[in-house]
Every structure is written in structure tokens, then in C-alpha cells.
């Protein structure tokens, strides 16, 4: 039996959707959630002290990763058409291989985030992006 859909790139929106939803979680459980979650001790102390930053950080990052969850099931054929969605699956995709890739050049602007953290963060982005990019290579002529 064969899907009318790509499974990669639903596969990919909900990866990212759960992510999403981390970062929103964060505004109901503050500081002790961030800690869990890696972000590092300042943004922690921040939630904590009541400060607008923490959660900025958090919608915004969640924000990004809803749409990105919306262009996935776009491509995956579950959600109408999105523009520019060839542009914007290859982004989506880039920006997840490349964070997983990236982390000892990030490293250093973040020195309060652990080791621990840096690894299973680019462990998840590196998944993530590896299952966008071969969902975006089954519909590449699609979109």
C-alpha cells in the first residue's frame, strides 16, 4: 500500500512541531524547563527573575519552527501549497544540517550551554535535517 503523501517530510513537521512545542512549553514552566532543555543558566535566571527576554526567545524560536513544520507537511502534501516552497524546504533543510554541523563554531557564543547539550541538540537537528532532505528529494519536481 502506498501513501498519497511524503512520509520524510510529515516525518520532519512533526519533528518539528514537538520542538515547537518545547519552546512554548517554556512559558508555562519557566526556568525549570529551560534548564532542563539546555538553555544555558542566563536565560534560566532570566525566566526565573520575570524577564520579557527568556520568553521572547522562546516564541520566536517556537514561532520559526511552526512554520517550518507547516512548509514540511506543504511539501509533504498534507497542507495546501506554500509559497516559495522548493526555496523554502531548502532552506529548512540547510539550516537543520547546518546547525548539526556547526556547533563548535557556535560554542563560544554560548559558553554557559554544556557540552551535553551541544551534542544532543546537533544529534536532533542533524536527524531532522536528514529526514527533510530525503523527503525534499522525493518532491523536489513536485514543488
Known amino acids: 500500500m502506498s501513501s498519497s503523501y511524503n512520509v520524510f517530510l510529515a516525518l520532519g513537521a512533526a519533528l518539528s ?20 532543555l539546555g538553555a544555558g543558566e542566563p536565560i534560566a535566571q532570566m525566566a526565573e527573575n520575570g524577564h520579557w527576554y527568556a520568553s521572547f526567545i522562546a516564541v520566536v524560536i517556537g514561532a520559526l519552527l511552526a512554520v517550518w513544520a507547516a512548509y514540511a507537511l506543504s511539501g509533504a502534501g ?32 554560548f559558553p554557559e550551554n554544556s557540552d551535553t547539550f551541544w551534542l544532543v541538540t546537533s544529534g536532533i537537528c542533524l536527524i531532522i535535517g536528514l529526514v527533510h532532505l530525503a523527503g525534499l528529494r522525493q518532491v523536489w519536481g513536485q514543488l
Request: hydrophobic letters at 70%; one cysteine or more; aromatic letters at 14%.
Open 78 to 109: 498534507l497542507l495546501m501549497r506554500l509559497p516559495f516552497a522548493r526555496l523554502v524546504l531548502s532552506a529548512i533543510t540547510g539550516i537543520y544540517l547546518l546547525r548539526a554541523v556547526a556547533f563548535p563554531l557556535l560554542k563560544p557564543a
Open 17 to 36: 512541531i514537538v520542538a515547537a512545542a518545547l519552546h512554548f512549553a517554556c512559558l508555562i514552566w519557566g526556568a525549570p524547563l529551560f534548564r532542563f
